[in-house]
């Protein structure tokens, strides 16, 4: 009898511990929403969890919120890591702050572009081949805020799509440079910004470094895609040299955060001395006008999308903020 009990124990132990196995969490209702409304959750429940069969075998997962069905309200993407045969990921317009990749092996195409990320680390991504890491919405967030990227572990890397960024630095330098590459660093105006005396349809706003294995104008680069509207770049082995190289285009920008902001907009200089602020809206609209000062209310203003024009003493500096 004792023996037939503990036999029973033992059974429901390894038989609760191999469902517990099967099972992956996903603490985000809108992340398991968007499995449920894509057929990809079988049970149909927002239950907190999704069974692991259900998804390590799907190749490509598209949650692209401007998408009917897809949550824009996806904060936390728990769970992704149980996609192990993923090799197309399509992730935007979401209220992401971070992305971790790191158990998708299989990866070969990333797009999260227009989301609220600021660091992205794709070193254990060798079949990377495709990455999107823009912003594509124009006036309309949410951003990303992605200042540098390394690729060096992603051989078979052949497009990056970084416009819109500010992007600085670009690490290429991963054994495998071909002449198949294609970018886009560009950096785009703000819609109206054309109508601004002080918009220079042909100026530079942004220099990126890029390191590549052997730096020079032949090939494979000189057969490279390079697009770069308002945008110039330096092919180089050297980063660090490179960065203190194009510190002269961004000494002098004044900080401003935080962003999104709801009351007070502060403005961080950095040797600079502010003479006015002008926020218009997306339509070219004077809002707001305060002379020498280092913070701003905003306070009155509806919420969406602004630009904020920053006169000083070292030139106009242009800002897109967010007001929510």
Request: glycine content about 6%.
């Amino acid at each position: 009898m004792k023996l037939r009990l503990l036999y029973s124990i033992l059974l429901f132990i390894a038989i609760s511990y191999k469902t517990t196995a099967q099972i992956t969490y996903i603490p985000d209702p809108y992340f398991e929403q968007a499995l449920i409304n894509l057929n990809i959750d079988s049970d149909g429940i927002v239950n907190g969890q999704v069974l692991t069969s259900d998804i390590e075998n799907v190749i490509e997962l598209n949650l692209d919120a401007l998408n009917w069905g897809i949550p824009m309200n996806i904060s936390d993407l728990t769970g992704l890591q149980s996609f192990t045969s993923l090799e197309k990921i399509s992730v935007n317009y979401t209220d992401i702050t971070e992305l971790d990749v790191s158990q998708n092996l299989q990866l070969k195409e990333l797009d999260c572009s227009s989301n609220w990320l600021a660091l992205l680390d794709v070193s254990s991504n060798t079949l990377l081949e495709i990455l999107h890491i823009g912003n594509t919405g124009g006036d309309v967030g949410p951003f990303n805020e992605i200042t540098e990227i390394d690729l060096s572990n992603n051989p078979n890397i052949h497009t990056l799509y970084a416009y819109d960024l500010g992007i600085k630095r670009i690490n290429l330098k991963n054994g495998n440079n071909s002449p198949n590459m294609t970018l886009d660093i560009s950096t785009y105006p703000w819609y109206g910004a054309w109508d601004d005396p002080d918009y220079d349809p042909n100026g530079i706003y942004n220099t990126v470094c890029i390191e590549v294995d052997n730096p020079t104008e032949d090939f494979p680069y000189s057969e490279w895609d390079i697009t770069k509207y308002h945008a110039t770049y330096i092919l180089t082995d050297d980063m660090v040299a490179c960065s203190l190289s194009t510190q002269p285009f961004t000494q002098n920008k004044i900080g401003i955060y935080p962003n999104p902001v709801t009351d007070i907009l502060y403005f961080e200089t950095t040797g600079a001395v502010i003479e006015k602020v002008i926020i218009y809206d997306l339509s070219g609209r004077k809002i707001l006008e305060q002379n020498r000062v280092n913070t701003i209310s905003v306070s009155d203003l509806q919420k969406g999308n602004y630009i904020v024009k920053i006169f000083s003493d070292k030139g106009v500096q242009t800002e897109k903020i967010i007001v929510k």
